[in-house]
């Protein structure tokens, strides 16, 4: 199991070896932290995540870091559930999600992996439950990952991933 810490910051600027991205099934890019990950790693990003699409609420793919500077080497593209009142089976796609990309790391030989707060934001999930379930699962994936990282990007979901965490 990997060790788990939290952090507050902009997710293109963390020293792993590969960032996770909320993406959308296109996996062309778009808003949040998927158009600050595109914007940092260039075109060839949307290129890349276009061949690989669509891509299923729950899954994870990868794709090569392009101009995120390194040690980034991968971007792994996972797509959050919308959140829709929580009766859609959201909880256990947003699970699927932070297990996908850990599994994907692993798959890669990754050692250490960023995440973002998925589906916190444009996709409507409330964040407290959010952050339980990233921490929960990400605490319980057995991989060979050393080193998840939770990348809170406002002071509210940092402290929730805090609060999980404890
Ligand atoms: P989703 O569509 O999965 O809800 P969003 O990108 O809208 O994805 O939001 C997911 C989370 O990512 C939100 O908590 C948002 O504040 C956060 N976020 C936005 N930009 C960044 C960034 N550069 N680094 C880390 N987190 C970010």
């Known amino acids: 199991m990997a060790r788990v810490e939290v952090v507050q910051g902009d997710i293109t600027r963390e020293d792993v070896d590969a960032i996770v991205n909320a993406a959308n099934s296109s996996l062309r890019g778009g808003g949040g932290v998927d158009g600050a990950i595109h914007r940092a790693a260039g075109p ?4 890349a995540g276009a061949a690989l699409a669509p891509c ?3 899954e994870a793919v990868a794709t090569p870091a392009f101009d995120l500077d390194p040690p980034v080497r991968h971007v792994i593209h996972t797509v959050g559930p919308v959140w829709k009142g929580g009766t859609r089976d959201e909880a256990s796609l947003l699970a699927s999600c932070y297990r996908r990309s850990v599994e994907v790391a692993d798959s890669l030989g990754a050692r250490s992996v960023a995440f973002p707060a998925i589906s916190t934001g444009i996709y409507g999930y409330p964040p407290d439950q959010a952050a339980r379930i990233a921490v929960d ?6 991989t060979r990952v050393e080193l ?8 509210v979901t940092y ?6 965490l404890d």
Do not use: C, Q
């Open 137 to 142: 699962t990400v605490r319980s994936v057995p």
């Open 148 to 155: 998840i990282r939770l990348v809170a990007f406002d002071r």
């Open 159 to 164: 402290d929730l991933l805090t609060a999980a």
């Open 44 to 47: 060839r990003l949307k290129e």
């Open 56 to 58: 299923p609420p729950g």
